[in-house]
């Protein structure tokens, strides 16, 4: 079976990880790991992005080589996925040589057949976006804000030949209506390509910037970093190899809503036809984490990091949180509050204390031992089908990358078996010696273990940390295939659990 093969936007290597890049890490990983539950092998890959005038600027203000600034910032980068529990198979650095020789060979092949020429060109350059710009890019007549500088410039460069391919990409778009998702970005795409498309510069002068990958036609030049950029993902499936069919095309680019149109809507599909691969299935474009209203981001300062947040959290809590709180494609406000809000209710209330109360109930009245049930009743009824209900939507959320829906139908679940337990009141059947109570009993723990059970099943993939605890004090092993695992059997009956354990502690 081809592996599903999925990867996230390499991130730049000029400035430390916050919350958006975790988020978007976090976002694949909950991909990745819920593909695989449903038995589908993946490949996923993320990486850092480490060319480009940024970098290199950032490595002359330290006074250091970039290499040596980009192997700093890597390590910053990998560290924290290793915190959040990233289940990434490779991670794509594109200053290795891996990547290098699959730039220079993609670039001399499309030179060869003259898709890329050379031309002088005179217009508008933006230090800041590092790219050439138009007319059409000012707004009420001036540069905006997010290019910086902008400079008049006359250079002699080389140039894809984007703009023949504008035709092809519409009706690909035509026909391919789901390539993007959320689907109201593809319709911006279009709108975008309803513009003139011109031809892409692809080079940058070595007198203006050395650090990036050397054209292998003309060592004069380096590779504009976008272009270098986007190859990452063929390289990181064996461009060239023989593993290469194993994973290309791509089945998902997760991306941020920023980097959609051009680079991965335009460039990087015009860029595969002209090479004649196959493209990738879909593109998902998430939102942004906003701060006072603004994308999060190094240049605004105000970013949250992470780090602070896994530290006294624990990752499992700050995946819930960001998968919970936003809706994918839609931006979210990051509020501390809201995280706290979080904390106590959907996780300490809801489940932390059904676990807790269930196994502690499971220990002192019957040393343990999952009880067998007796016949069931109108309340056993109504939870099993609020089950069945709410597998079946999480599922089909989940599929849909809905995440944060299809956690909320489990957070009801959870909340109707606190429910349950509240309507049977097994601590006080406990109390009681008539044959019936103690049947009942019986009855309502068996019930409420093999719901903990179901619903911790569906946990695999966003807390699997808390999963993997959960799964462990039931005496299960790790949840790997969901097609066995998610229908009700009583399958606990007569198994011994383990003593309760505080997940979500008070804070
Ligand atoms: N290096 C390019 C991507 C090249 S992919 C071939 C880049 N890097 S980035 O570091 O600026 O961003 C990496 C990813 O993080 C992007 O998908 C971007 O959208 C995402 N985020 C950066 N800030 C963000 C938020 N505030 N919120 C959510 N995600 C955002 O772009």
Redesign the pocket.
């Known amino acids: 079976m081809k592996s599903f093969y999925l990867t996230t ?4 290597a000029n400035g430390s990880p916050h ?3 975790a ?2 890490k976090i976002l694949a990983d909950v991909i990745s790991r819920t593909k695989k539950a449903m038995g589908q092998p993946t490949h996923f890959v993320t990486g850092l ?1 480490e060319h480009g005038q940024k970098v290199q600027q950032g490595a002359e203000q330290e006074g250091v080589e970039p290499q040596s600034r980009c192997d700093r910032i890597a390590e910053e980068f990998k560290n924290l996925l290793d915190k959040l529990n990233i289940s990434n198979d490779d991670y794509i650095r594109t200053s290795e040589t891996r990547h290098k020789k699959v730039v220079s060979s993609i670039l001399q092949d499309l030179f060869d057949r003259g898709e890329i020429y050379q031309a002088e060109y005179s217009g508008f350059y933006s230090m800041r976006a590092e790219q050439f710009l138009q007319e059409k890019d000012k707004v009420d007549g001036e540069w905006p804000e997010i290019f910086g500088e902008v400079t008049e410039i006359t250079e002699k460069n080389y140039f894809f030949k984007l703009g023949k391919y504008k035709e092809w990409l519409l009706q690909f778009l035509e026909d391919n209506p789901n390539f993007i998702l959320p689907s109201h970005r593809q319709n911006q795409v279009v709108e975008f390509l309803k513009e003139p498309l011109n031809d892409l510069c692809i080079s940058r002068p070595k007198e203006r910037l050395t650090w990036g990958i050397p054209l292998p036609f003309d060592k004069g030049y380096v590779t504009y970093v976008w272009f270098d ?2 190859v ?1 993902y063929v390289t990181a499936a064996g461009f060239e190899e023989d593993s290469f069919p194993d994973f290309w095309p791509a089945d998902l680019h997760v ?5 959609l149109a051009p680079p991965h809507a335009v460039y990087w599909p015009i860029m595969l036809k002209a090479c004649n691969l196959e493209l990738p299935k879909q593109i998902l474009a ?1 939102g ?2 906003t701060s006072s209203g603004a ?3 190094k240049s605004t300062g105000e970013t949250v990091d992470p780090l602070e947040l896994v530290n006294e959290y624990g990752s499992d809590v700050f995946r819930y949180f960001v998968m919970r709180e936003m809706k994918v494609g839609q931006d979210a406000e990051f509020s501390l509050e809201r995280f706290e809000s979080r904390y106590r209710a959907d996780l300490g209330n809801d489940l932390g204390n059904l676990v807790s109360r269930l196994l502690h109930m499971c220990t002192s009245y019957f040393e343990g031992i999952v009880p067998e049930h007796f016949s069931l009743s109108e309340p056993e009824n109504v939870l099993m089908s609020k089950w069945e209900e709410a597998k079946e939507k999480s599922l089909d959320l989940f599929a849909q990358f809905q995440f944060s829906q299809g956690l909320d139908e489990l957070s009801g679940f959870i909340r109707s078996i606190n429910k349950y337990a509240d309507e049977c009141l097994p601590w006080k059947l406990a109390k009681s010696t008539e044959e019936k109570d103690q049947q009942n009993l019986k009855t309502c723990i068996s019930t409420m273990v093999e719901a903990l059970r179901l619903a911790n099943a569906l946990l695999v993939a966003v807390m699997p940390e808390v999963h993997t605890k959960i799964n462990e004090r039931l005496g299960l092993s790790l949840t790997e295939d969901w097609t066995k695992d998610l229908s009700w059997d009583n399958r606990l009956n007569g198994k011994q659990l383990k003593e309760k354990i505080i997940l979500f502690p008070r804070k």
């Open positions: 936007a390499i991130d730049y919350l958006g890049h988020y978007e992005d950029a986007l990452n991306i941020g809503k920023d980097i998430h942004w984490w994308k999060m981001s």
